[in-house]
C-alpha cells in the first residue's frame, strides 16, 4: 500500500529537548511538506522540499529544522528554540504542484 | 496577499440539508483551489479542486462553485449526511509556487 507514514503518533517530551518526528513516503514524489495544526488557525506550512537535498522555510520555520537526504524521508526537529511546539503536525507528499497534497495521519505532540 | 479567508468557523447542518462553506482570496495569481477533508485523528485528504477556468465542478453531493470576479469560492455538500461531519479546509496555490495556502477551516456537524 502506497502512502506517508508518521511516527510516532503520539509524543511527550520535557521543556528545552530537542525532539525528531519522523516522515517516510513511499508514493515516489519529489515535494515534502511539514504543516502544523492548531485549533481555529487552519494548517501552517514550517517547511517544504522539492528535491534531495534542498528545502525551504514556509510560514512558521523558526525552532524548527529538517533534512532531506533521501527522497522518501523527511524528518522533523522541533527544537527547544520553538516557542510553543505543543501541535498536531503532519507531513505530506506531492508531485510538483498542481496536484493532491497526500498527507499522513499526524503526530501529536505534548512538550510539559 | 497570501491568505485564504474561511467562513464559517463551525457550521451545524441537519441531515438531508445543504452545507455551505465559502472562501475568499486576494492574490490574482492563484489558479488552483483544492479542498481537503480531515475526519478526528487523521490527515487531511483531498476532496475536490477546481481551477478558474470553471466556474463550477461537482462531483457526487459535493460541488464547488468559483466566482473570478470576487475572488471567491465556496463548497457545497447536498444531502448532507452524518458520516460528512468533519472539518474542511480550502486551500490556494500559484503557478510556480510549490505550497499550498489554506483556510482556517470550518468544523461541520450534520445532524441526524
Known amino acids: 500500500d502506497g502512502g506517508i507514514t508518521q511516527s510516532p503518533k503520539y509524543l511527550f517530551r520535557k521543556e528545552g529537548q530537542n525532539v525528531t518526528l519522523s516522515c517516510e513516503q513511499n508514493?515516489?514524489?519529489?515535494?515534502m511538506y511539514w504543516y502544523r495544526q492548531d485549533p481555529g488557525q487552519g494548517l501552517r506550512l514550517i517547511y517544504y522540499?522539492?528535491?534531495?537535498?534542498?528545502?525551504q522555510k514556509g510560514d512558521i520555520a523558526e525552532g524548527y529544522s529538517v533534512s532531506r537526504e533521501k527522497k522518501e524521508s523527511f524528518p522533523l526537529t522541533v527544537t527547544s528554540a520553538q516557542k510553543n511546539p505543543t501541535a498536531f503536525y503532519l507531513c505530506?507528499?506531492?508531485?510538483?504542484?498542481?496536484?493532491?497534497?497526500?498527507f499522513g495521519n499526524g503526530t501529536r505532540l505534548t512538550v510539559t | 496577499q497570501q491568505q485564504v479567508k474561511q467562513s464559517p468557523q463551525s457550521l451545524i447542518v441537519q441531515k438531508g440539508g445543504i452545507s455551505i462553506i465559502n472562501c475568499a482570496y486576494e492574490?490574482?495569481?492563484?489558479?488552483?483551489f483544492p479542498w481537503y477533508q480531515q475526519f478526528p485523528g487523521k490527515g487531511p485528504a483531498l476532496l475536490i479542486a477546481?481551477?478558474?477556468?470553471?466556474s463550477e465542478k461537482k462531483e457526487g453531493r459535493f460541488t464547488i462553485s468559483f466566482n473570478k470576479s470576487a475572488k471567491q469560492f465556496s463548497l457545497h455538500i447536498m444531502d448532507s449526511q452524518p458520516g460528512d461531519s468533519a472539518t474542511y479546509f480550502c486551500?490556494?496555490?500559484?503557478?510556480?509556487?510549490?505550497?499550498?495556502?489554506f483556510g482556517q477551516g470550518t468544523r461541520l456537524t450534520i445532524n441526524p
Open positions: 505530506a507528499s506531492s508531485p510538483l504542484l498542481p496536484s493532491p497534497l497526500h
Open positions: 508514493l515516489n514524489h519529489d515535494a
Open positions: 522540499s522539492q528535491i534531495v537535498n534542498d528545502f
Open positions: 492574490n490574482t495569481a492563484f489558479d488552483y
Open positions: 477546481i481551477r478558474p477556468d470553471v
Open positions: 486551500a490556494a496555490s500559484r503557478e510556480g509556487a510549490q505550497k499550498l495556502v
